[in-house]
């Protein structure tokens, strides 16, 4: 199977520091990619790379066959790489729909149509509703945001990535702060999700990883040191003595 986003030898320097070394990892679709390691393991800076808001030092970005290493957070959006971050990015006073539909819009922007109403954009409010029913919000839409619980903030940063209509969702942290039942949810969220895109997870919670993940790259300082399905994974050796501990 071709991969969706093909990364080769991917590498970022911080002047002296090697944060990311020659990092290697495919994408399908179908498939739920998660990226661990300790902190200040290199997580978010692969992120950064592969969304476009930090250059690579060095190696390749492939999306569909086609090298994007050099191509810009934008370009890279409009082909199809949508991420959501660690901190939450919504507008609180803003509602459900409007969040969506901002990140729909900010995702094809059309300068020509600045006399139009924005809220009457009927492709942004289209995209918008597909992306909260897609996440589960479609009941919540008209909410003010910043009125959500936790949970369902996070899902619909979630869904404002799938208003930008992505093939390669990059998700960084998306169960941080998460009771069980959230974390449920969510996890049921991406398990859908997955059968129209590719998923890379950052994520701190190794329960959720194990459970959901369809493969397992583990980073420690800047280098994969495994990767290969859960259970390999749990078997390796040095992942237990370098990350998960010898009881986990
Ligand atoms: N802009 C920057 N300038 C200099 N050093 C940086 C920069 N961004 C990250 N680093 C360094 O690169 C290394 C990797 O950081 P990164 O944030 O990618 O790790 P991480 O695995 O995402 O960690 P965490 O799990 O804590 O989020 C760290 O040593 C960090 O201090």
Not at 1 to 27: I, K, P, Y
Not at 43 to 66: F, P
Not at 68 to 88: C, D, F, L, N, P
Not at 91 to 117: D, Y
Request: include cysteine; proline fraction near 2%; glycine fraction near 8%.
């Amino acid at each position: 199977m071709n991969a969706l986003l093909s990364v080769s030898t991917l590498t970022r320097r911080f002047g002296g520091l090697v944060a990311v070394s020659d990092v290697t990892l495919d994408l399908h679709r179908g498939e739920v990619h998660a990226v661990i390691g300790t902190n200040g393991a290199g997580k978010s800076t692969l992120i950064n790379m592969l969304s476009g808001e930090i250059a690579a030092s060095a190696g390749q970005i492939k999306l569909d066959g086609r090298d994007i290493t050099r191509r810009s957070q934008a370009m890279r959006a409009r082909s199809g790489v949508g991420r959501s971050y660690q901190r939450t990015t919504i507008f609180p006073e803003f509602t459900v729909h409007e969040n969506c539909r901002l990140a729909a819009q900010a995702a094809t922007p059309r300068p020509w149509a600045i006399w139009q109403n924005a809220g009457a954009c009927s492709a942004s409010n289209a995209a918008a509703g597909e992306a909260l029913a897609a996440a589960g919000l479609a009941d919540v839409a008209h909410r003010v945001a910043g009125t959500l619980s936790h949970g369902a903030k996070r899902q619909l940063e979630v869904a404002m990535c799938l208003a930008t209509k992505p093939r390669v969702l990059l998700l960084d942290e998306p169960l941080a702060g998460m009771g069980a039942e959230e974390t449920d949810r969510m996890l049921a969220l991406l398990e859908k999700l997955k059968a129209e895109h590719a998923i890379l997870l950052v994520e701190h919670d190794m329960d959720a990883v194990f459970r959901i993940a369809d493969r397992i790259t583990v980073m420690v300082n800047g280098a994969v040191i495994a990767s290969g399905d859960p259970a390999s994974i749990r078997e390796n050796a040095q992942v237990r003595t370098a990350y998960l501990g010898e009881d986990h």
